[in-house]
């Protein structure tokens, strides 16, 4: 890889600045000089040769765009002079041939995981308490402050003392300080006093009732998927009584994904329970009980086969396609060789590479269901007057990804390359290895909140922008594409690839890596920092549209 410039596959006919480029400055790739025309900044692409008006856009060897204007060899491609363009896809055609990559390192490995009775092992062990309609959010709210610092499930919180502080220099007639008054960390640590549960997780939404029942249908489903998590130890269901997500369908859902649940599940149903009062201490004393049992489960040694791996992005960028991605595809086929199962989602930003996906499913049933969702979704984005074209954000497009297809293009690289085994609609449960396809929107929450109602106890979450997401109950780990996005948010990154960009390190070493952390984490050694952070983002997809 140059150093400064990049041609990621050989039918491409632009190239990437891996390096800010200035006008006038040639740059030679394979032999091939080019003068730059104009100003590039890294991330950005410009054209290999002369490009003209109606030509194909090519780059990961896909047609992720038209040419609206001629664009001249060394000129940056903008949203000026392209527009987002795909190809067209059908049923599958041809049959993959998936080298496996060595697993010897790993074949013998092993994590510490809780291990639950139907079989699945979590990388966590935590209790939910989860309302089935949003009239109970207050509630679980009052559940929360009652537990959280009296069990010393609480993280420190710094910024109480740093408002203690301001409010007493202002008091103090002192308020010319308060501009330099710095957060400063606490060094308290609560004692929890449940050792082996990690916590307890209080979700809140804002569906259940008042929309379609398709919603509630389908909130009642993900709900079932985070009782069954493996990372779930227990749960507490607060229920209103007369909102369209009823019991009775969550109990379905149950039954459907597990019909022998073997964990302590708690539904407790306000308008029959007499007063608030009376209900929320039966919630708590239930809940407390469920925790002692919780307890009393141990980590112990589990084969690797054992973990579900959500693939996901978000707040990409124009490296996250050259590094992070396919880093992050790499772990995910030493994983599938592994036995273990993943799950690639976000179905708009798989948009333009559908026919690859289509030919990588194991047989026609499950890639004729893709192409079924795929249509679905999009036929229904353009309903209310949107599509997939318009998917990328401002940020998106500050950083080069300038059309949806080559977002779609980079962001399939999370998927690797081994055969898909599956493909889920939103909600389903995962039941089989292998790389699995699950429907969800693009957007990071509702999509993260999906991977683990269908099961993940781990997600790999791409970013070159930078973003706080994390998920209540399954572990987080954020992978930048960037160096210089690791360096200035450490909050939030757990692993940086930067290095594939300087050519440091291959793509191949960064995913050995990355599931070399993946253990640690599923062992519980390492918090990731969206853990440190109690980053517990939760949306539920109401299938109205999403993008």
């Keep these: 890889m140059s150093h400064k410039i990049l041609k990621i596959h050989p039918k491409d006919n632009v190239m990437v600045a891996l390096a800010d480029l200035h006008n006038e400055e040639r740059v030679q790739y394979d032999g091939v000089e080019i003068v730059i025309q104009e100003d590039i900044k890294a991330k950005h692409k410009f054209a290999h040769h002369t490009i003209n008006q109606g030509d194909d856009i090519m780059m990961y060897g896909n047609l992720v765009g038209k040419a609206t204007k001629l664009v001249e060899k060394g000129k940056a491609l903008t949203t000026e002079n392209v527009s987002h363009q795909t190809n067209s896809y059908t049923k599958k055609e041809v049959t993959i041939d998936w080298q496996k990559p060595n697993i010897d390192k790993w074949k013998d490995a092993t994590f510490l995981g809780y291990h639950r009775k139907d079989g699945q092992v979590g990388t966590a062990n935590y209790w939910v308490v989860v309302p089935l309609v949003f009239c109970e959010n207050r509630n679980v709210e009052v559940m929360k402050q009652a537990f959280m610092e009296e069990l010393g499930f609480s993280q420190p919180n710094p910024y109480k003392s740093y408002v203690r502080k301001i409010a007493s220099l202002y008091k103090e007639g002192k308020e010319n300080e308060i501009q330099n008054l710095d957060v400063l ?37 993900l709900i079932a998927g985070y009782i069954n998590n493996p990372n779930v130890a227990g749960a507490t269901i607060l229920s209103l009584g007369c909102q369209n997500a ?11 994904i597990n019909p022998e649940l073997q964990k302590p599940l708690f539904i407790l149903e306000q308008q029959k329970e007499g007063t608030e009062q009376q209900m929320l201490a039966k919630a708590i004393k239930q809940t407390f009980v469920g925790l002692t049992q919780a307890n009393k489960i141990e980590r112990k040694p589990a084969p690797l086969s054992k973990l579900t ?18 880093a992050v595809g790499q772990t995910s086929d030493l994983l599938v060789a592994l036995n273990a199962k ?8 798989l948009c333009g590479v559908e026919q690859e996906l289509i030919n990588r499913c194991i047989n026609p049933i499950i890639a004729d269901k893709f192409v079924r969702l795929m249509k679905s979704y999009e036929a229904s984005a353009k309903s209310v007057g949107s599509g997939f074209d318009m998917n990328p954000s401002p940020g998106n497009i500050k950083d080069g990804l300038i059309t949806d297809a080559m977002k ?12 898909i085994e599956d493909v889920l609609d939103y909600a ?30 781990i997600i790999l979450f791409t970013t070159g922008l930078g973003t706080p997401t994390g998920n209540p109950v399954a572990p987080v780990i954020k992978i930048s594409s960037n160096t210089t996005l690791a360096q200035r948010m450490p909050d939030i990154i757990d692993i940086d690839t930067g290095e594939v960009i300087t050519g440091s390190k291959t793509i191949e070493q960064m995913g050995e890596e990355l599931l070399d952390f993946i253990i640690r984490v ?26």
């Design 408 to 419: 779609s293009a980079g962001a399939a690289k999370k998927g690797g390359t081994s055969p």
């Design 246 to 256: 009823q019991i009775s369908i969550l109990q379905k859902k149950l039954q459907n």
């Design 342 to 349: 993943t799950m690639l989602a976000e179905f708009p930003e």
């Design 185 to 221: 960390p606490t060094s308290f640590k609560p004692q929890q006093l449940f050792k082996n549960v990690d916590g307890i997780k209080f979700l809140t939404h804002r569906g259940g009732c008042g929309g379609i029942r398709q919603d509630s249908d389908m909130l009642c489903a």
């Design 428 to 457: 389903e449960y995962i039941s089989k290895p292998g790389l699995n396809l699950l429907c969800t929107p693009g957007n990071d929450v509702e999509s993260t909140t999906a991977l683990t109602g269908s099961g993940a106890n």
């Design 522 to 547: 599923a062992s519980g050694k390492i918090k990731t920092k969206a853990q440190q952070l109690d980053q517990d983002d939760f949306i539920p997809w109401k299938r109205g549209i999403s993008l």
């Design 309 to 326: 791996i959500g693939l996901e992005c978000g707040g990409s960028d124009g490296f996250s396609g050259i590094s992070a991605n396919p």
